[in-house]
């Protein structure tokens, strides 16, 4: 009886000795498998992405520029601009131009505007962007803003408003553009920043950059940031710093 339940254990223990090598060894080659089908799903949209980056081509024909006023003239912003980092000050108002010179007339921004926008011909699907960047509490923060609710998540590190300076309605109060009022037609001539409660903690200068777009082709499809070749970019310090 004895000798039959040592060879009953023994058998047992084979049995389950070779259970677990099996699961082991599935295991294995699951984990293989699952790892080799990664690998070749990593390698298929790597392919795909370097194959969208070398086909797209920018043929964008505008050049814009980023401008602030100065007494009865709006000058293009080339030196670094200084403000208030305070919360609730206003750091600054600046108008996205198609253009590049270097003073342009301060009389009704919308006139001005439609000169330099008529001197382009079949741009009006294009519309403007920005993107913004600065360090807080040693963090790099990043950020693309087409439309309100982009420009929202910049709070409370900073307030960015948006507004339409063109397609003004009569009777209605100019007011920076909202989920309410933006419209397949709005373009967002140009940006307000105001100091928020996290403003003064910002470590670095901002930098601030406008440009233009007419389709999802214009942002890499990995990092989503513009990649065209329309944009302006300037630096904004604090002026007590």
């Given at each position: 009886m004895?000798k039959?339940?040592?060879?009953?254990?023994?058998?047992?223990m084979?049995?389950?000795?070779?259970?677990?090598?099996?699961?082991i060894?599935?295991?294995?080659?699951?984990?293989?498998?699952?790892?080799?089908?990664?690998?070749?799903?990593?390698?298929e949209?790597?392919?795909?992405?370097?194959?969208?980056n070398e086909?797209?081509?920018?043929?964008?024909?505008?050049k814009?520029?980023?401008?602030?006023?100065?007494?009865n003239?709006?000058?293009?912003?080339?030196?670094?601009?200084?403000?208030?980092?305070?919360a609730?000050?206003?750091?600054?108002?600046?108008?996205?131009?198609f253009?590049?010179e270097?003073v342009?007339?301060?009389?009704?921004?919308?006139?001005?505007?439609?000169?330099?926008?008529?001197?382009?011909?079949?741009?009006?699907?294009?519309?403007i962007?920005?993107?913004?960047?600065?360090?807080?509490?040693g963090?790099?923060?990043?950020?693309?803003?087409?439309?309100?609710?982009?420009?929202?998540?910049?709070?409370?590190k900073?307030?960015?408003?948006?507004?339409?300076?063109?397609?003004?309605v009569?009777?209605?109060?100019?007011?920076?553009?909202?989920?309410e009022?933006?419209?397949?037609?709005?373009?967002c001539?140009?940006?307000?920043?105001?100091?928020?409660?996290?403003?003064t903690?910002i470590?670095?200068?901002i930098?601030?950059?406008g440009?233009?777009y007419?389709?999802?082709?214009d942002f890499?499809?990995?990092?989503?940031?513009?990649r065209?070749?329309?944009?302006?970019?300037i630096?904004?310090?604090?002026?007590?710093?």
């Open positions: 004895k039959w339940m040592v060879i009953f254990v023994i058998l047992l084979v049995m389950i000795g070779i259970w677990i090598a099996g699961l060894i599935y295991s294995n080659i699951k984990i293989e498998t699952n790892e080799e089908m990664i690998e070749n799903r990593a390698n949209i790597y392919e795909h992405v370097h194959s969208m086909q797209y081509v920018d043929d964008n024909p505008i814009i520029g980023l401008y602030t006023e100065y007494g003239e709006k000058r293009l912003i080339k030196d670094v601009y200084t403000c208030s980092y305070e609730e000050d206003i750091m600054g108002i600046f108008y996205a131009v253009t590049q270097e342009i007339s301060n009389e009704d921004y919308d006139v001005v505007w439609k000169n330099y926008f008529e001197q382009y011909q079949e741009i009006a699907n294009y519309k962007g920005y993107q913004i960047k600065f360090t807080l509490n963090e790099v923060v990043e950020q693309t803003i087409l439309n309100p609710d982009q420009a929202y998540l910049m709070y409370p900073l307030q960015f408003y948006l507004y339409d300076d063109v397609n003004l009569p009777g209605r109060p100019y007011y920076h553009i909202t989920n009022t933006f419209e397949e037609e709005t373009l001539t140009s940006v307000k920043l105001v100091g928020d409660t996290q403003t903690r470590e670095s200068p930098e601030l950059t440009f233009n007419n389709g999802k082709e890499d499809p990995i990092t989503g940031k513009y065209g070749n329309s944009f302006y970019t630096t904004i310090e604090q002026s007590n710093r």
